[in-house]
């Protein structure tokens, strides 16, 4: 059982200046309120690379190991899989997409989650996917903005060009 969530945001920067900011490891706890520490972090981002974070969501707090599977800074193109660093099976993927855009650039992000573990699958991930959908991900895209040093933007819930 497979859950998806996606949000867009118009941010009025450049494409490219908004890609480097999501791909800045260093950066993630700036803008994602549930990353509150970079613990571990690749010296030069590439496929393969991996850093661990400490997520706090849920009331709970955990170390998110994540491996990059893309990085397209032409495309600027972002996908990596983050799983707990305790040896549970169950992941996510992460994509990260920016695009130009009139007003500036198009920021989208989709994840997958995955869980593969009894209770997982049967009642955090509902709730787990729902928290992300309704404020998490809307919440780290005008954080994303606001650390590019932009203060214009739009927020949608569903993905471009789909029905709101």
Same mark, same amino acid.
């Not at 991930?125 to 404020?135: D, H, S, T």
């Not at 005008?142 to 203060?151: D, N, Y």
């Given at each position: 059982?497979?859950?998806?969530?996606?949000?867009?945001?118009?941010?009025?920067?450049?494409?490219?200046?908004?890609?480097?900011?999501?791909?800045?490891?260093? +950066? &993630?706890?700036?803008?994602?309120?549930?990353?509150?520490?970079?613990?571990?972090?690749?010296?030069?981002?590439?496929?393969?690379?991996?850093?661990?974070?400490?997520? !706090?969501?849920?009331?709970?707090?955990?170390?998110? +190991?994540?491996?990059?599977?893309?990085?397209?800074?032409? %495309?600027?193109?972002?996908?990596?899989?983050?799983?707990?660093?305790?040896?549970?099976?169950?992941?996510? &993927?992460?994509?990260?997409?920016?695009?130009?855009?009139?007003?500036?650039?198009?920021?989208?992000?989709?994840?997958?989650?995955?869980? &593969?573990?009894?209770?997982?699958?049967?009642?955090?991930? !509902?709730?787990?996917?729902?928290?992300? %959908?309704?404020?998490?991900?809307?919440?780290?895209?005008?954080?994303?903005?606001?650390?590019?040093?932009?203060?214009? %933007?739009?927020?949608?819930?569903?993905?471009? %060009?789909?029905?709101?």
């Amino acid at each position: 059982m497979t859950h998806r969530v996606s949000a867009y945001r118009i941010v009025d920067d450049s494409a490219n200046d908004v890609f480097n900011v999501v791909t800045d490891i260093s +950066r &993630l706890p700036e803008w994602n309120a549930a990353i509150t520490t970079v613990i571990e972090r690749p010296e030069h981002l590439c496929e393969g690379a991996q850093w661990t974070v400490e997520i !706090r969501a849920l009331g709970q707090t955990w170390h998110s +190991r994540s491996t990059v599977e893309t990085l397209d800074p032409i %495309g600027r193109v972002f996908a990596y899989r983050s799983a707990p660093d305790d040896g549970n099976p169950s992941f996510a &993927l992460w994509t990260w997409v920016v695009a130009r855009h009139p007003h500036g650039a198009l920021v989208t992000v989709a994840s997958e989650l995955h869980p &593969l573990t009894f209770v997982r699958r049967l009642l955090l991930v !509902r709730i787990r996917a729902r928290q992300l %959908g309704r404020k998490e991900l809307v919440d780290s895209l005008a954080a994303l903005e606001a650390a590019t040093h932009s203060p214009l %933007g739009t927020i949608s819930r569903t993905n471009p %060009g789909g029905s709101k």
